[in-house]
């Protein structure tokens, strides 16, 4: 299977790095989460600086104090959200690669925020079932981020394991456009499209979606709130 390919314009890159300079300022753990993955040989698809920031700015917007990520890589996002949360505040985030998990935890540790985070390494289906079990407190906040053809289940998990006003925000939902043509990638763009489907038609949920480019390509960042 040929990797489907991010194709940034240079503009777009030019200027998500003027404005990470200019208004996000990422800080030193997020740069290192970053180079980490580089130097472990991870793909560079954690999520862009400005789209981090915006995580952490809707984590604190919402008052959130429980996180559930899906997809954690490098600890990227997961250091922007962690940010965003009070100190007492927790983080659950699902990883199925070991070495991932492994990257991530001394990522999170590094930027002071080991107390906060739990990763459940393991296939995120079966680490929200076992949430699921544990009866924790609802979450407040969810970012669904792993592999797309689980879109749909990991919007169902957000909307039984949160509770009404709980915020979802769902990466990759435009994915260089192929939301209109599912040929341009049959494995990824049909759990893409299913889960912007379901956005628009869950009962309890109510959703938008704003497309985004930068670095990453042209891609998007579905926002629902659970009713
Ligand atoms: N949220 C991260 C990027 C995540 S990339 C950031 O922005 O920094 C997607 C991650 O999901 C990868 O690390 C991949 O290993 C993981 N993943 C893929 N399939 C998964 C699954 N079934 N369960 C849990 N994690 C999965
Ligand atoms: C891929 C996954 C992502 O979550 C992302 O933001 C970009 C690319 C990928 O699997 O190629
Ligand atoms: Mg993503």
């Keep these: 299977m040929a990797m489907f390919e991010h194709k940034p314009q240079p503009a777009w890159a030019a200027v998500e790095d003027f404005l990470t300079v200019t208004v996000v300022h990422p800080d030193e753990a997020l740069e290192r989460a970053v180079q980490s993955a580089v130097d472990a040989g991870m793909p560079a698809i954690e999520v862009a600086p400005n ?67 739990e990763i459940r390494v393991g296939a995120a289906l079966d680490s929200l079932a076992a949430l699921q079990a544990e009866d924790q407190e609802p979450f407040d906040f969810v970012f669904i981020d792993a592999d797309k053809e689980n879109n749909t289940s990991y919007l169902d998990w957000a909307v ?36 912007l489907e379901l956005m628009g038609n869950h009962p309890q949920l109510d959703a938008t979606v704003i497309q985004t480019v930068g670095s990453k390509g042209w891609d998007g960042f579905a926002l629902a709130r659970v009713l």
């Design 51 to 117: 789209a981090g920031k915006l995580l952490k700015l809707l984590v604190q917007l919402s008052g959130a104090r429980r996180v559930l990520e899906i997809g954690t890589l490098a600890g990227f996002s997961t250091i922007w959200m962690a940010e965003g949360l009070p100190d007492d505040g927790k983080l659950v985030t699902c990883e199925y690669l070991t070495k991932h998990a492994d990257v991530a935890r001394s990522n999170v540790d590094a930027a002071g925020l080991g107390h906060k985070v």
């Design 160 to 195: 039984r394991l949160g509770r009404p006003g709980t915020t979802v925000v769902l990466d990759n939902a435009i994915w260089e456009g192929a939301v209109l043509d599912p040929s341009m990638d049959q494995v990824n763009a049909p759990g893409i499209i299913g889960a």
